[in-house]
C-alpha cells in the first residue's frame, strides 16, 4: 500500500502546485513549506513511512523473509521517511537553509541509504527465489540510475533532477510492492 499511497501523493500534490513539473522539480517540493497542498502531501508522506514500518514489522517477524537486516533496513527507511515529512519538510527555493532543511538533507541520505542497504541484504540473501533476487537487483539498479542521473544532469545544467528522482523512487517503491506482494503470497510466517 506505501508505494500507492506515495504515488497518488505525487499525482495529487503536482495537481496542486501551478507550473510544478515533475521532470524539473524535486519531489520534495510538493511538500515543503507553504506549497498548495502541501499539508495533504505531508500527511500521505508520513502515512507512507508508517505503512513502510508496517512491512518491516512484518519482515522482521517471518521466518521466511529475505531476514532481519532487510527488516531493519525497512523498518530505518520507514522512520526516516515519515519524519522528513513531519517534521524536516523542504524549505522554499532561495531562502537560507533553515534546521528543518539541514533536518531534511540528512534524513532523505539517510533513507536513500536504508533502502539500498534493504535491497542489497534481500539481493545478497540465501532466503529468496531466483526472481525476487533479479528483481531487486534491477530495483537496486534502478535507484543508483536514478542517483547517478540526478547528479551528472545537474552538473551538466540539465534541469532534469524530477525525473531521476522519480527513477530512484520507482525502484524502491516497485521493490517495496514485491515484497509485499512475495510474502502476501506465500503467506507471511510469523516468528
Same mark, same amino acid.
Given at each position: 500500500?506505501?508505494?500507492?499511497?506515495?504515488?497518488?501523493?505525487?499525482?495529487?500534490?503536482?495537481?496542486?502546485?501551478?507550473?510544478?513539473?515533475?521532470?524539473?522539480?524535486?519531489?520534495?517540493?510538493?511538500?515543503?513549506?507553504? =506549497?498548495?497542498? !502541501?499539508?495533504? $502531501?505531508? +500527511?500521505?508522506?508520513?502515512?507512507?513511512?508508517? @505503512?513502510?514500518?508496517?512491512?518491516? %514489522? #512484518?519482515?522482521?517477524?517471518?521466518?521466511?523473509?529475505?531476514?532481519?537486516?532487510?527488516?531493519?533496513?525497512?523498518?530505518?527507511?520507514?522512520?526516516?521517511?515519515?519524519?522528513?515529512?513531519?517534521?524536516?519538510?523542504?524549505?522554499?527555493?532561495?531562502?537560507?537553509?533553515?534546521?528543518?532543511?539541514?533536518?531534511?538533507?540528512?534524513?532523505?541520505?539517510?533513507?536513500?541509504?536504508?533502502?539500498?542497504?534493504?535491497?542489497?541484504? =534481500?539481493?545478497? !540473501?540465501?532466503? $529468496?527465489? +531466483?526472481?525476487?533476487?533479479?528483481?531487486?537487483? @534491477?530495483?537496486?539498479?534502478?535507484? %543508483? #540510475?536514478?542517483?547517478?542521473?540526478?547528479?551528472?544532469?545537474?552538473?551538466?545544467?540539465?534541469?532534469?533532477?524530477?525525473?531521476?528522482?522519480?527513477?530512484?523512487?520507482?525502484?524502491?517503491?516497485?521493490?517495496?510492492?514485491?515484497?509485499?506482494?512475495?510474502?502476501?503470497?506465500?503467506?507471511?510466517?510469523?516468528?
Amino acid at each position: 500500500m506505501a508505494p500507492v499511497v506515495f504515488l497518488l501523493s505525487i499525482v495529487i500534490g503536482g495537481a496542486f502546485r501551478v507550473g510544478y513539473s515533475h521532470l524539473i522539480d524535486p519531489v520534495s517540493a510538493l511538500g515543503m513549506s507553504g =506549497a498548495d497542498g !502541501s499539508g495533504l $502531501v505531508n +500527511a500521505a508522506w508520513t502515512a507512507t513511512g508508517l @505503512l513502510i514500518i508496517c512491512l518491516g %514489522v #512484518a519482515l522482521w517477524r517471518d521466518r521466511q523473509g529475505p531476514g532481519r537486516v532487510v527488516a531493519v533496513a525497512i523498518l530505518i527507511a520507514g522512520a526516516t521517511s515519515a519524519a522528513i515529512s513531519t517534521w524536516c519538510p523542504m524549505d522554499p527555493p532561495g531562502v537560507p537553509m533553515s534546521g528543518a532543511q539541514l533536518g531534511h538533507n540528512i534524513l532523505v541520505g539517510v533513507a536513500a541509504f536504508a533502502f539500498a542497504a534493504a535491497l542489497l541484504a =534481500a539481493a545478497l !540473501s540465501r532466503r $529468496v527465489s +531466483a526472481t525476487f533476487r533479479l528483481l531487486t537487483w @534491477l530495483a537496486l539498479f534502478a535507484m %543508483v #540510475a536514478g542517483g547517478a542521473g540526478a547528479a551528472i544532469s545537474q552538473s551538466l545544467g540539465w534541469n532534469l533532477v524530477g525525473a531521476f528522482e522519480r527513477v530512484t523512487q520507482a525502484g524502491y517503491h516497485a521493490w517495496l510492492l514485491i515484497t509485499a506482494g512475495t510474502g502476501l503470497w506465500r503467506g507471511w510466517h510469523a516468528a
